[in-house]
């Protein structure tokens, strides 16, 4: 074995410690959870695909911020980025094989090549949630989507004054760029120009703007007055209401996304308080599909993203929304049962409780070594635990301790420890779901 | 963008689509969920790691089999094939933030540079779950981790006609190496042969064998009559027997793990019936992480690792276990609730009762576009529903129809309907708990 300095976590990768998975797995268990209420099924690819998958998707330029590679067969390969392209493959070989619309969501890990800013969380390997209605072109599934993210938003803690969803019309701007006479080959530049405006300085803009055909002026009054003109989003903000979403949401034509494959309503969340960047952000891509399966598939889809970066920072920021985590936090850490082994010689009479305990869907922690009983009643503690199990010398005789309130109750043999132990932690609680 | 053929997924690369994403949902949920019980906690590392870190274990041989790659940074990186050094890395990094003994466990995606070989399970990408108790030299620990990985077994539906835990002692071996006079230098090659010659044609291990000054005859007689012999496997079998897992296992010394760094207990688990690679293996190893971090931290430890490969097609041999699986996918996939728009005129107050239902817990679908009511019952039908509520144009008025038995009731708003739906369906059923 070699020897020198310790190896290190490569730059812009993480480890997550117990604590930190915890909450990456309450994020998890957030976008699961609402997916499922939501009846949309889980998917997955593989985390390598070939390069050409993205190139095909938006050309040359993308390579750049790729984890791009040669492998050891020759083939150009990259650690995927996004999502998109490999669900447009999916779908576009196994078209005939599902139901539309098909409602599909995934979770994993991303990877981006790029100088990583740890406190504006861009990392190079990252979590990202993407959800997905594919083969309906209704409007309704724009609604559904922004409903699902608030759902998610105010499951996590967050109210309508942490933060906003912006509701947009990509269409709305195309017709926009061909009134005012920018060419149609400047669409995407044009759209891109939109979509930067708030980080860039104003006479940038406007120079950029009229070398496009149009002006700032006509871009502001566009803006200012647009949404309400927009009947698309009239209609949108109808079944935002009736769902109960409305008031977390704003139309606002300065969102346009800056990826050029949109072609209806888009959004992208903002918290109001601290200036973050999007949240999550997503839209109708009705051509996508079809574009990155060369024909293969044609079909209408809506979907969005969220990554982990962003809305873990929220969190962290927002006090409701931390209580919720670190209850989640403990709660994933906290045993239920310690059982005490007050003799050794008792010691297999304890396994066999522990073993029925964990049988009946008790999480059971017990000393590995031979350990003085104020050390493990130290070690319940530590470990959250609701009751304590002592096995000693009067075995078949156990007892029992409720650690909040000090009770002890005695009984003869693992059968009636069983009970009590439910009786103290509560039937209702007992178990962890599959999920 | 591009044209040409369309492109495919990776070789030794899969797409998980809602079904298959269910099946290794379902072996992420029992791994979950046995740690739980015996209170591990969840952690995870990075995808990408340094090449050397997986140099400093095993040598440059190990990078053959590598999914190594030279980054844009210029760094020597890898797609990570095994997770104890990245656990060694990080418990070295941050040793003295963790009670002793760490019950640590994780689930996520590896990868080797092999040739695929799909009817066998070898795959380039593919899952693994490892479980590891740090800090904690009891022999106990070994009767822990054994249990558990029988737990998990018999919870997935396999019996003890279906599989075995083969148990040995790595000391042992090494006792008789030095006795049967092996020089020190050529254990590792001695433990190598031992393992392969379950896998190996006869007279290449006698000769194998006597060149290490060693016989067949003597390793035979060795296999055949050692497990008796090895106290530590006895009194690992006491605890067994007192988790009520002993009936899974055998102690046999036909097992001595490939891997250089095991120091004492050493196990692997089989199929009984066909033919399969291991389905896991795992073992004491003392030593690893001091060498592993360069002697940063010195901690005894234990583990296993179960890959997603052998289980998955196991499961699928197996009925019984394979009727679990499909009973898990059904489940995974079927709504609560169709909400049936008998007249697009009540789709707002349709949507009002999507949400209402979708925030007390249920899974709901509702037709994003118009749709015939007979097709909607249908949707309902094929999507596994419980319980259909028709919205019509008798709103408020709304009915609740038991899919099942056809049995139909109406009521007044949608407080009324909520309350018939969780009475159809079951106030214990209710909501996902966030895991």
Redesign the interface.
Known sequence: ???????????G??????QE??T???LF??W??WC????F??????????T??Y???SGDEVVEQL???????D?E?S?RPELTP?LA??V???QR?F?K?MR?FSIG?F?R?ERPQVAKGRMR?FYQFNCD?IG?D?E??D??LI?LAI?LMVAMGFSADDFVVRVSDREAWLHFAREAGVAEEQTDPFLQCIDKMERQKEEITAASLSELGTSLDAVKAFIEEGAQRVPRLERLF??L?????DSYCEADLGIVRGLAYYTGVVFEIFDKKHGLRAIAGGGRYDRLIH????G?ADMPAAGFAMGDAVIGNLLEKTPEAKKRLEQ?IQE??A?DVYVVIASEDQ???A??G??QL??A?????YP??PMKVGKQFQAAE??GATAAVVFGDEYPKVSVKDLANRAESSMEGIPAMLAAVEALLGQTEAG????
Chains 1, 2 share one sequence.
């Not at 499922?36 to 009846?39: E, I, K």
């Not at 209401?241 to 979403?245: E, I, R, S």
């Not at 574009?291 to 060369?294: A, E, H, M, V």
Request: with cysteine; aromatic share 12%; hydrophobic share 35%.
């Open positions: 074995m070699s020897s020198g300095p310790a190896i290190q976590t490569l730059p990768f993480r480890d997550f410690y117990p998975c915890a990456r797995n309450y268990a957030q699961k959870e499922r209420r939501y009846g099924l889980e998917y997955e690819g593989p985390i390598l695909e070939s050409d998958l190139r095909k998707k984890f791009a590679f040669t492998d050891k067969g083939r390969v650690l490999t493959r999916m576009a070989a196994r094989d139901k619309p599909w890990p990877f090549f390997e209605v309906e209704a309704q599934v609604a559904e409903s759902d109808v079944s209401k009736a769902q109960g979403k574009n990155l399966s060369d293969k989640y994933a850490a045993v010691r297999v009479a396994l066999a522990v073993d964990r049988q869907g008790r999480r059971v922690h590995f070594a530590t470990q962890g779901a599959l999920d």
